[in-house]
């Protein structure tokens, strides 16, 4: 192991100082790369694979495409939500959702993204998150345009009278459960609270429709 890092190393000091790389996995120069997969196991080698080929395949979908699903594998696949947001395909998708994302973040910037493209009614977007504190940060980053907001639900105002953007916490009752279920959509303005879908499993299962724990209810 030790000629393997002193071999790394001598190969990063021959690398050119500018840029400066940043130690994301994604910005490592090819060379290290290569060389950190070939003393990788199968599985690591996998979530490896995946991540190279995330970005590629979201820029060859054509125009038109209906839905995109994503699933976290490792720690890795998704380090930097902004990126993904960034692609037009993201943007103008109808339905998307992230399986078993590991950050707080996504829901206030997908709802921001949103705001910024005055995205269609019922663009919607699904979110397994392994991490606390989604719902919190989305609260406090869009407090200024609550129209409600409590423990399940928070509906916000947009740039477009409209349309209101509401995110909803499914499944948030159960102790046994270590992961946070959310959907993010766009609606009318005009909606009302009586018209609110209550059938969490059922969304719920476009993320995980095999999940054991629905023999719980």
Not at 5 to 25: F, G, H, Q, S, V
Not at 43 to 71: A, D, H, T, W
Not at 195 to 216: G, V
Request: aromatic fraction near 12%; proline fraction near 3%; include cysteine.
């Amino acid at each position: 192991m030790a000629s393997v890092i002193e071999n790394l190393t001598d190969k990063t000091e021959k690398l050119p100082t500018d840029p400066i790389y940043d130690t994301n996995w994604c910005d490592m120069p090819a060379e290290i790369k290569l060389e950190c997969i070939g003393k990788m196991e199968f599985k690591e080698r996998v979530q490896c694979m995946y991540l190279f080929n995330v970005f590629p395949l979201l820029r060859k979908i054509k125009n038109g495409v209906e839905s995109i699903m994503i699933e976290q594998v490792g720690s890795s696949t998704i380090r930097d939500i902004d990126k993904f947001l960034a692609v037009s395909h993201i943007q103008n998708v109808p339905y998307w959702h992230i399986e078993d994302y590991d950050q707080s973040d996504s829901l206030h910037k997908v709802a921001q993204m949103w705001i910024d493209k005055n995205s269609k009614i019922g663009t919607t977007f699904q979110v397994s998150v392994n991490r606390y504190g989604s719902f919190w940060l989305f609260s406090e980053h869009f407090s200024d345009r609550f129209v409600s907001n409590n423990d399940k639900r928070v509906r916000i105002r947009t740039n477009n009278p409209d349309r209101h953007i509401l995110l909803e916490r499914g499944l948030d009752d159960e102790e046994f459960l270590s992961v946070d279920y959310f959907r993010l959509k766009v609606i009318s303005a005009k909606t009302k609270e009586s018209e609110y879908d209550e059938n969490y499993k059922k969304w719920i299962r476009k993320i995980k429709p095999n999940r054991d724990y629905w023999n719980f209810f």
